[in-house]
């Protein structure tokens, strides 16, 4: 439908638009700013500060007043280092867990009957809306020393004395598979139910193996689903703070935790906005990836 | 190989433990909650003891009012800005810079909160607003906008065109169409955005601990300083409100969306 | 009849696709014009050029003399029945058929009674207060069309609105539609790809093809006096023998094919190649092969035999190798006359039956 721009299209476009570019868009810039500035026992705590009333001399000092210092710190320092290759760790092996883990549920709710789906889907989302913290917090209950899995265990004769369960990277494991669970679920979820039956059944017909046409049928098929499932996993895990933070121990922090630690507890604000324009490429490529498919998935039928 | 209508044993098994898997932790938490003793492991009896401990917990009251009235505010606010994002990328074909904002509208979906957070926090201190109560809702309406966009987009996508050029046709200029026409048949899409966008900013602990001010604690700020000290068994029973409320709301957005989506779907589909 | 609607080098392109190109077209007052074409070939593009949800992007389309450039589908006295009907779900039928006449702000108990009117138009008085999904398809037509001809608009557009139903239904509708138009003496202007349709109900049929107007005229004038191979091939079945024309006079041509002797009433053709279109049901069928061959006339043997009840089509493969199909009605019920398969025919037509194409 073709029409002169009404204002209502106008409006529709606009307000959303500049709300984004406002809040969304700008501040990274003043993030990639502020990681270009020097650090100043100041409030706010970086130099040089943009003072509009200077003019055009004021801006010739602001931008010589750049330094890459915090980049170097970033580079340099193998804390830093350590933290993203410690985020990329998890990150990577949490979506393969969640993958593992996530598939067969996924299945398992393609498979049902059709009146079933609806309600079975929505018992698998509602953990997710009571409360990331809860949740978190749930897992504190019972991984901790005298928590209820330590007690279970025990009963069961399969440990002799309570472990340390909390505090450890198997600790942030778990919460981080529990709390994006349906994150990996529901895109397969979609992607499974699509699935013409049929298609397994020619397999059938064409002399092929259950166990082998899963894996090349099915399989195949839930590409995109394992794709989105994946990426709306690995890239928020990647700067997750959370969980490390309530379950893990501090011995390596993954990145969220060291831009937070940076930012809050040493004030250190151009290094902390550094750590962060550099997570941000990082997570660049995903991201795009991520975007090309969603809008080619959601506006190709509009 | 399953023909639909039983499960096979492996299905129901998968099923079954991942339900288990997922309800567990807050079987547990909730039971808790009722536990008289104030050792998770030791149980003494069910007491309502913890909830009255709450109700004269001022700080507690203070953040648990703070995070509803930002939710209400931010909920409203992202699903007006995220039902038109959704019109602008379901209707207009064709606009300048169309390639940024879709970016913008799916990028939020999953970048870490800490990255943004950071980044409001900076504009907010490079603007120099007195950060608060409105710097918590306008990054909440910023996140939750785009889930809103996203629920509405796939809702308008299956939206027969044809009833909106049915109405141009017999004389209802656009915006009349889109209030009488296209807005009762997208309503239940437009309201679950608002339920989504509201459970969100409830939950939102990263993104509010970044630019909140002071006498603007959230609820889940206030747990997690909690929390950090140890399991302390009011939790357990502000989680369990938490829990039951967000439930309710989400499964009457459900069964709304359900019941309408399903009668509309009946007349549309005979009528082709 | 004066001309109501004039598309004036009409163009409309979908990117690289060009929907529309500079078409001309003008459709009377009162008449009922149909728009056939395959599916692609435009109609209904332009069908929606005039309903005003397309822009077209070379060229005008006037209504009573007046250009509807940026003139928004709200604004136009025109009106469409949509292939899917388009009801709205949450309003009741009394509602979707009042629906256009509150949008003009008539008051109450004018659009009351026009509602009852258009209902008992379409023969459904008394459904006012059900709800869409209560009805069946064709209950649903019907409060279609009430809906698009509650306004009274100049031209009512149907975008191909028999497609849903069964054939029975759709036979049936065709003559109410026939009647309507006839009684409303409105423009009713038609889109459809089933060329039954088009020849029963229309007063003029415009044949579209590829984005250009292949033919425009009665539906006798397209059927008996095709203007290209492509119509004579759309509308019905067609035999088409490939000839030349040796000469041209007043009133005839003749036409050479191999040891063939061709001779079609007048049309002006120029010398050279050109195919003789000629009707199955205007071929005569018969046993009796004649000595010498006479002109329009060829034998042959009997490949196949269609059976349709009313009538059979036989295919004959000519001496030269081309098959012809002839109709025959089955006048008789028992088989005295009766043709079989591989056996040898003579094929005869007259003069006046073939029409000379050159394109």
Known sequence: ?302 | MTTRGRLSVVNLTALALGLAFLYLPIAILVINSFNDSRLVTVWSGWSLRWYRALLSDDAMLAAASVSFRVAFLSATAATVLGTLAALALTRVARFRGRLLFSGMIYAPLVMPEVITGLSLLLLFVALAVDRGFWTIVIAHTTLTLCFVAVVVQARLVTFDRSLEEAALDLGCPPLRTFLTVTLPLVWPAVASGWMLAFALSLDDLVLASFVTGPGATTLPIRIYSEVRLGVKPEINAVCTIMIVVVATVLVAASLMTKRRQARDAAALGAQL | MAALVTFEQITKRFGAFTAVDALTLEIREREFFALLGPSGCGKTTLLRLLAGFEKPDGGRVLLAGQDLAGVPPYRRPVNMMFQSYALFPHLTVAGNVAFGLRQDGLPKDEIAARVDEMLALVQLSGFGARKVDQLSGGQRQRVALARSLAKRPKVLLLDEPLAALDRKLREETRFELKALQTRLHTTFVIVTHDQDEAMTVADRIALMHQGRLAQVGTPVEVYERPNSRWVAGFVGDVNLIEARVTAVYPSFVTLERGTMRLRAAGTAVAPGPAALALRPEKIRIGHAVPEREPENGAAGSVTDIGYFGTLSIYKVRIDDGLVLKAAVMNEQRDAARAIHVNDRVWLSWAPEAGVVLAD
């Open chain 1, 1 to 302: 439908m073709e029409q002169e721009r009404h204002w209502l299209t106008r409006l529709a476009i606009l307000a959303p638009y500049a709300w984004l570019v406002a809040f969304f868009l700008a501040p990274f810039l003043i993030v990639a700013k502020i990681s270009l500035s020097q650090t100043a026992i100041a409030q706010p705590p970086y130099l040089p500060v943009f003072d509009p009333a200077a003019g055009w001399e004021g801006l010739k000092e602001f931008l010589a007043a750049f330094s890459l210092d915090s980049y170097a710190a970033v580079f340099g320092d193998s804390l830093y280092l350590w933290s993203y290759l410690k985020s990329l760790a998890v990150a990577t092996l949490s979506t393969l867990i969640l993958l593992v883990l996530g598939y067969p549920v996924a299945y398992a709710l393609a498979r049902a009957p059709r009146r079933l789906q609806g309600a079975l889907v929505l018992l698998v989302v509602l953990p997710f809306w009571t409360s990331f913290l809860i949740r978190v917090y749930a897992w504190i209950n019972i991984l901790q020393h005298d928590g209820l899995l330590n007690q279970a265990l025990l009963a069961l004769r399969i440990l002799d004395a309570p472990v340390s369960w909390l505090a450890t990277d198997s600790a942030v494991y778990i919460g981080i598979v529990y709390s994006y669970f349906p994150f990996m679920v529901l895109p397969l979820y979609a992607a499974l139910e699509k699935m013409d039956e049929a298609l397994l059944e020619a397999a059938s017909d064409l002399g092929c193996p259950p166990w082998r046409a899963f894996l090349s049928v099915t399989v195949p098929l839930s590409l995109p689903g394992i794709l989105a499932g994946s990426l709306l996993c690995f890239i928020p895990i990647m700067g997750e703070f959370v969980i490390p933070d309530l379950l893990g121990s501090s011995s390596t922090a993954m990145i969220g935790q060291t831009l937070w630690l940076e930012f809050f507890g040493n004030r250190d604000w151009p290094v902390a906005s550094a750590l962060a324009i550099v997570l941000l490429v990082l997570l660049l490529t995903p991201l795009l990836i991520y975007r090309q498919r969603e809008a080619s998935v959601l506006e190709g039928r509009g």
